[in-house]
């Protein structure tokens, strides 16, 4: 309701203080989808983004982030959506980190005009990750032959179904240089004069809340709900904002990712595939003890 028409109802009708709309993104970074696996990808979040950022009387937007990274593509997309539409709508950006805002969880949280965090949140991971397995005597053991058929020598390089080649380590690396590098470029420019000179700060380590605080990673130890009321006044209240729901009334998820049941179910080289990003996922959140 605009202030105008607030005016003209009787007092005892009006809801007094800001309202400040919330987005939660919740989940690894990536590019797939689906139901019964929490991720984050730019398909899934810009419409819960730009329904957020299209309330016009709120000052700012909150966005919580409980993201143990992934894509860094995704990651970077998310972030310039985030950017873009506070530029456009005029609104400040509130980013407070739940369990874990790192890598491309961190990345995103950048997009915040200020970072919050819990004292025990952990924050940072400032690196490049790839991450898979190896099946080379897997597929022979269960009686398939995989068939590939190429133009160009290096177009299977990395195959999860053969022997790993050292010129296709190098060249991984060298790509991870090179992303490595986008993201310490856009951490500088977000945080500036705040980050500390701290020799491991870029290294891929992470830290806690509290430490997070002290190189300058983030901006406070505070909890969106009292951060938001010191703000805005005891009468600021949070709005959380919902997916789209389904055809059959079921919210459709800000996430996506593929079926584990169909997974399952698939054959040959696929299925493993799936299962493997799967195990991937997993090992994403358990390195930071989630």
Not at 62 to 70: E, H, Q, V
Not at 101 to 126: K, P
Not at 196 to 202: A, E, T, V, Y
């Amino acid at each position: 309701m605009t202030g105008f028409f607030r005016k003209l109802m009787p007092k005892r009708f009006r809801r007094d203080g800001v309202t400040i709309p919330v987005v939660r993104l919740h989940g690894a970074i990536m590019a797939g989808g689906g139901p019964f696996r929490t991720t984050l990808n730019l398909a899934a979040v810009a419409p819960i983004l730009e329904k957020a950022f299209a309330i016009k009387d709120a000052p700012a937007v909150a966005i919580a982030i409980n993201s143990p990274g992934g894509s860094p593509v995704q990651s970077r997309l998310i972030f310039q959506r985030i950017r873009d539409l506070s530029s456009e709508k005029n609104k400040r950006v509130l980013v407070f980190v739940e369990d874990v805002a790192a890598s491309g969880g961190y990345m995103i949280a950048l997009a915040g005009d200020e970072i919050f965090a819990d004292t025990t949140s952990i924050v940072g991971s400032i690196g490049v990750v790839s991450g898979g397995f190896g099946f080379p005597e897997l597929l022979r053991k269960i009686g398939v032959e995989r068939r590939v058929y190429t133009a160009g020598e290096n177009k299977v390089i990395l195959d999860p179904f053969k022997p790993e080649r050292e010129s296709d380590i190098e060249y991984l690396k060298s790509l991870q240089v090179e992303i490595h590098d986008v993201f310490i470029g856009m951490v500088k420019e977000r945080r500036g004069p705040r980050l500390s000179s701290d020799p491991d700060l870029f290294s891929g380590l992470f830290w806690t809340g509290q430490r997070g605080l002290a190189l300058g990673l983030i901006d406070g130890l505070a909890d969106m709900r009292g951060e938001v009321q010191r703000r805005y006044g005891p009468n600021a209240r949070l709005q959380l904002i919902s997916p789209a729901r389904g055809l059959f009334g079921r919210k459709i998820p800000g996430v996506g990712a593929g079926l584990l049941a169909g997974a399952a179910a698939e054959v040959g080289a696929a299925g493993i595939c799936t299962l493997a990003e799967i195990a991937e996922e997993k090992a994403l959140w358990s390195r930071y003890g989630r």
